[in-house]
């Protein structure tokens, strides 16, 4: 058993109960005593904000992110108009479900000019930074795996998304730590340092080998090769202190009930995180 | 047809034809009017040192480059010992092939420190320059992609490839740029500069969406993402102007006849590279 984190700091994306409808994983957050679950858009849409929103609030359940906006790059610029005004859709809707931060996975290129594509991504956020003010919600910057790089997110390391946060200037946006994604990096705990006081989020799951798929790829923690306790005492050196989310993209651990995934993410979080 | 790059300058990295014995690929690029080969030491380990220096000599190739060295990281120093050992006589079959490189692979992580075997890998480099030298072969360090931190190769950036390099501080080491391992980083171009005149092999091959397989995973030039055009001229305008070896590790084209294959790789590396 880990003491080092509190049970009280875990909690559920929603993503890795992707069988489950919103309301499905509320109730099972509440039965199994989780305290925050960090919600996901396709599921909200599933049954409209305000009933998400009656769901949330009465089962005293925090949000600890909604999931996701960013998406910019797009080669027109009506297109990236569009995304824009569904990163704002995406605000509203953090802001009614009090969620802490917008989740940003800020998309890919277009065409082969990913510096570019690079360039949309820091004039996306930096449009609706004055929208998430006004709203009281923040934006993360989610560095994706490079291996995402082509179809998911051109922001590949932390460093880039340290860089992209220092050029936008402002508070309201700051960067996500997914150990799945930046582990491998070299220059880590270098640029987990760099984002003192910017970090917005810290999501566990593990990187098992072989990797069983490219886009479901994550593992149950402790079943991969990261470190995930070094990392997590490095966000917290540099002053994150706030929820742990596990999420995991998995096929096989979609198809498991429900419960019983809340149950082993729950020991596994005791032992490995 | 992009006239930029001679056709002189290509090089069959035998990996390509994975379905071909060395004869079959050496017949294969005589044939072809392909100049150079890139040979793999599980080819040379089939009809051995001898035949294989024959083989070659007797065709008049060039040989860009052996593959490969490295796989230092153990978790024993004996073990350690024994992959050095072995770096060793890659470093003779090289000399003996008049091969200009060995390349170096460097290895995975016996266990969750990375870190740690990142410091093993320089040891290893370290421990094997002076026969390096003695033998007048260069060692080129490719970062792999990050994807294959875990199964490969602990080093994965070209901008960690030129710390190491420039901390092991001597001219017998350069480094590897491939394409597929480097396109997404966002600080590639930064990092080309800074290898100058420490480029010792250009490779190329491109990332289709989606990636057909993860260490499978690399596709015809022309049929994925890269922009290998910009790639290619940065590193021409840092100093290399050797051989651009096409490495294609995927199923379907191994399933392929290797002369077709060679015909396809002619013909795009004329209009993509």
Known sequence: MNRDVEM?????????????SLKEAVDGCVRNDISA??????KIAEIGLKESKHLIKS?????????????????????RQVRIDDNKRAIEETAELDGNVLVLV?????DKDIQESRK????????????????????????????YAADRSVITTLGEANVLQA????????????????????????????AKGNILGFHV??????????????????????????????????????????????????????GETLQWMKNSFAKYV
């Open 37 to 42: 679950i960090s919600i996901w858009r396709h």
């Open 167 to 194: 050029s936008l200037g402002s508070k309201q946006v700051g960067v996500i730590v997914d150990v799945f994604h930046v582990w491998w990096d070299p220059f880590l705990y270098e640029e987990i340092k760099r």
């Open 205 to 258: 799951s593990d990187w098992k080998v072989p990797l069983p798929d490219i886009f479901k790829g994550r593992s149950m923690m402790g079943e991969g090769v990261i470190d995930i306790p070094r990392i997590r005492k490095a966000v917290e050196e540099n002053g994150y202190h706030d929820f742990v989310e596990v999420e995991i993209i998995n096929q096989e651990i979609w198809d498991r009930p429900g």
């Open 8 to 20: 009280s700091r875990l909690s559920l994306n929603q993503i890795t109960t992707e069988n489950w």
């Open 59 to 79: 089962s005293g359940l925090n949000v600890s992110s909604v999931c996701r906006g960013g998406m910019f790059p797009a080669s027109t610029a009506s297109e």
């Open 120 to 147: 949309w991504v820091k004039e996306g956020i930096e449009s609706i930074i004055p929208f998430a003010e006004q709203h009281g919600v923040k934006l993360g910057i989610e560095p994706l795996h490079p291996m």
């Open 106 to 110: 800020c998309g890919p290129s277009p």
